[in-house]
């Protein structure tokens, strides 16, 4: 297998401090710093900290960009042949963490220049080191090491080697791990599992969420605030399989222990009333989704700005909803009016007239 380098060390980024943050062994897989509003955002007020690095992951496709300006000439990234022969070679913890590192420095910087052919690939090569690091440490009780399964499973999914991903992720939570360690893996395996759901690939997405609530479960508290969220995600992958009697509970949960743990005006609380109002909504149950997405959306419009995604993802849900209603109430008009006036009288046929625009609206 090639290898690839930088041949100098002249790297071509327009802000020094961003490079720095970036290129930090955590955080240059974020792509590039976050904005003060951006920090803002993440905040979460609930635990009273930024989030870690899988939610960040998790939560920030919207900002994935690069710098505003591109480099005019790009960094020489040129081939070598030492990658089998040092992954087979180098055999202390320090040094195979040191050079996972140099390679995804590299890769950091193809993928800023768009140099995209090489940029997989220089990923791949930096999990091999760093998954090796991991191996080679993996009796070691010390957190410091314990990381590098964290490491290597970022790695495996910027070279998305899902697969790779999960097997070291599993093997990190195999050990005797803190509370903090222990989320930041989960984080990783909800992450993974939110790749295979956008894809629609329901099965794949299905055990990792199981998974990842079953040792939320067993490792956490049961009014931990990473336990709703997970009992979210779940839910909203059976109801998207159409399985609304596995996915209700598991809402309705998230719902109860959001607004226990929580201000009453939280996103999150949002978040949930939103997700069960729709699943209730998806069940034909339109008087118990009302006052949930209507509770939602008025949280929204007061926390969050006016063009905010999620007010307009509230307002689409409640106008659906009020468009079902509405399509009942039609129907039971235009029953009672042919029954008593007959098929050809005006009243009737502006009723059907109604409700064939509003059908029509749906399609």
């Given at each position: 297998?090639?290898?690839?380098?930088?041949?100098?060390?002249?790297?071509?980024?327009?802000?020094?401090?961003?490079?720095?943050?970036?290129?930090?062994?955590?955080?240059?897989?974020?792509?590039?710093?976050?904005?003060?509003?951006?920090?803002?955002q993440l905040y979460d007020p609930a635990k009273d900290q930024m989030p870690s690095l899988a939610?960040?992951?998790?939560?920030?496709?919207?900002?994935?960009?690069?710098?505003?300006q591109?480099?005019?000439?790009?960094?020489?990234?040129?081939?070598?042949?030492?990658?089998?022969?040092?992954?087979?070679?180098?055999?202390?913890?320090?040094?195979?963490?040191?050079?996972?590192?140099?390679?995804?420095?590299?890769?950091?910087?193809?993928?800023?220049?768009?140099?995209?052919d090489k940029v997989k690939l220089l990923y791949k090569?930096?999990?091999?080191?760093?998954?090796?690091?991991?191996m080679l440490s993996a009796d070691d009780i010390e957190q410091t090491h314990l990381m590098l399964f964290k490491s290597a499973a970022n790695l495996a999914l910027e070279a998305d080697r899902y697969e790779e991903a999960v097997e070291i992720i599993e093997l990190g939570l195999s050990h005797d791990l803190t509370i903090e360690m222990t989320e930041e893996l989960l984080g990783l395996l909800d992450y993974l599992a939110d790749i295979y759901y956008e894809n629609g690939e329901y099965s794949k997405a299905q055990p990792l969420l199981e998974k990842a609530l079953a040792i939320r479960y067993e490792k956490l508290e049961e009014e931990h605030w990473d336990i709703p969220n997970s009992l979210n995600s779940l839910g909203l992958l059976y109801q998207a399989q159409g399985e609304y009697d596995k996915a209700e509970p598991l809402l309705e949960k998230a719902l109860a222990i959001h607004e226990k743990i929580l201000d009453a005006e939280h996103p999150d609380v949002a978040m949930s009333l939103n997700n069960l109002g729709s699943l209730y909504q998806k069940q034909g149950q339109y008087d118990k989704a009302q006052p949930l997405l209507e509770k939602a959306l008025a949280i929204r419009e007061k926390t969050l700005e006016a063009d905010h995604i999620?007010?307009?993802?509230?307002?689409?849900n409640l106008g659906f909803l009020?468009?079902?209603?509405?399509?009942?109430?039609?129907?039971?008009?235009?029953?009672?009016?042919?029954?008593?006036?007959?098929?050809?009288?005006?009243?009737?046929?502006?009723t059907h007239n109604h409700l064939v625009w509003l059908l029509q609206g749906r399609q």
């Amino acid at each position: 297998m090639k290898n690839f380098y930088i041949k100098n060390n002249d790297l071509t980024f327009n802000e020094a401090d961003e490079q720095d943050w970036c290129l930090s062994h955590d955080i240059f897989l974020l792509a590039r710093a976050l904005t003060e509003a951006e920090k803002k955002q993440l905040y979460d007020p609930a635990k009273d900290q930024m989030p870690s690095l899988a939610q960040v992951r998790k939560r920030l496709n919207q900002y994935q960009s690069a710098f505003s300006q591109k480099p005019k000439v790009l960094t020489n990234i040129t081939l070598a042949d030492e990658h089998e022969h040092a992954l087979k070679t180098l055999n202390s913890v320090k040094t195979l963490h040191a050079k996972a590192k140099e390679i995804a420095t590299v890769a950091f910087t193809a993928k800023m220049e768009e140099q995209t052919d090489k940029v997989k690939l220089l990923y791949k090569q930096a999990f091999d080191y760093e998954r090796k690091a991991a191996m080679l440490s993996a009796d070691d009780i010390e957190q410091t090491h314990l990381m590098l399964f964290k490491s290597a499973a970022n790695l495996a999914l910027e070279a998305d080697r899902y697969e790779e991903a999960v097997e070291i992720i599993e093997l990190g939570l195999s050990h005797d791990l803190t509370i903090e360690m222990t989320e930041e893996l989960l984080g990783l395996l909800d992450y993974l599992a939110d790749i295979y759901y956008e894809n629609g690939e329901y099965s794949k997405a299905q055990p990792l969420l199981e998974k990842a609530l079953a040792i939320r479960y067993e490792k956490l508290e049961e009014e931990h605030w990473d336990i709703p969220n997970s009992l979210n995600s779940l839910g909203l992958l059976y109801q998207a399989q159409g399985e609304y009697d596995k996915a209700e509970p598991l809402l309705e949960k998230a719902l109860a222990i959001h607004e226990k743990i929580l201000d009453a005006e939280h996103p999150d609380v949002a978040m949930s009333l939103n997700n069960l109002g729709s699943l209730y909504q998806k069940q034909g149950q339109y008087d118990k989704a009302q006052p949930l997405l209507e509770k939602a959306l008025a949280i929204r419009e007061k926390t969050l700005e006016a063009d905010h995604i999620d007010v307009a993802t509230s307002l689409n849900n409640l106008g659906f909803l009020y468009q079902e209603q509405a399509k009942l109430l039609f129907d039971k008009a235009l029953t009672i009016l042919q029954k008593r006036l007959g098929n050809h009288h005006p009243y009737v046929k502006i009723t059907h007239n109604h409700l064939v625009w509003l059908l029509q609206g749906r399609q």
